[in-house]
């Protein structure tokens, strides 16, 4: 990719994150007291490379960075997207492998999850004094209402595929389903370790016995 | 014997062959014209683009806390600012100019921006530059090596001035890879930044003098060979926007 077009995502990508922490100082507090860190991303579908420096409560993209390194993920973006979205703090099955300090790496999926922007103060500034904080309400009641029923809507939305439509195994049956193709792929890398053995020794004796019969 | 003597004593100023006496005062009355809205112009020609191509200059310059910066051909101090936050207290960057308008220029934006402390001014030719041998981590030239009388001599005194090890980084035009975009960049360049730098500036043949001065610098590998032939090691380059922006590594032996 053109460095300019990468950069420019970059850059946009960095002003966004630093103006929605602008408007959140609890979070921005939070990051703030993680002290000067960097956390390295590693996508390897597509290959994609970021360093994310954190100091003194804002953030800094880059795609070059020499210094010291606090943690490094690596996985495809698919995993790393989940991961960045989902509330689970284990990395377990998540396909993403982390090195370096966890510890940051939770920090800061505390600090996402409970990002609350204050929508008043851009829309003030965009819209005036009077529709400004009322559609902000709007928005807030919005968000609000959204996040208590997001849970039980993932709940009931799997709940209804795999149960009532059977459209998609449950996840234990999946997680079964895994565990057994996991088993199948070990027995068969044993088969085929014992049917190498198999062979050789096989050779060996033939070998051997040819010698044997050899007149001297 | 007399051609080759010929050669060696004239240079480009745009598609014009010069005294090479006469080039850098010709350079200097162009950006004592283009100072006062260097930086507004800027940003119109590109678009705002030329911010992305310093940004990724800033990235690979991979300057630490406490470093000693260069930033030759500084003109207005974009990356003195950002290399005087990298440096921190503790580091010092030196913003260097041959012209003392847009130092000026530099120096009162670099202020107003509360930058201080860590910031020295310094009006210097790229050829023979003011300072002891091995003073500088990193040396930056951004859209200035073009404008350099004896670029070759500029490098060599760029790499005396450098630490070993220490990094220079060329940001400039070169040449576009795709012919179609070079097209379309011939016509923009040529109709037009004179046009627009009549209607901003008043002056439409700096802005004439600018892309002449785009076609006539090395392309990318002749550059990077001239770093090599100066002396600087493990020599390369990142094409920006189709190649219409290159930027130049090299690092002291």
Redesign the interface.
Known sequence: MDPTLSTAAFASLERMINSALNYDPGSQQKLRKLGAKTLQICCQGPTITAFVLIDGGQVQLRQHYEGQIDCQLKGSAMALANLGLSSQHSLANSGVQVFGSTGLLVDLQGIAKDLDIDWEEPLSQLLGDVAGPSLAGLVRKGMSFWREREASVWQRSGEALSEELRATPHPYEQEDFNQAVDQLRDDGERLAAKVAKFQHSLEAALSAAKQGNQPE | MSEHKQEQETTHFGYETVDKGEKAGRVADVFHSVAAKYDLMNDLMSGG?H???K??TI??S?V?AGQKVLDIAGGTGDLTLKFSRLVGPEGQVVLADINDSMLKVGRDKLIDKGVAGNVQVSQADAQFLPFADNTFDCITIAFGLRNVTDKDLALRSMLRVLKPGGRLLVLEFSKPGNPLLEKAYDAYSFAFLPTMGRLITDDADSYRYLAESIRMHPDQNTLKDMMSNAGFAACEY?????GIVA?HKGIKP
Do not use: D
């Open positions: 683009v911010r992305l191509w940004r990724y990235e690979l991979g630490r990142h094409n920006m926007t189709g930027l």
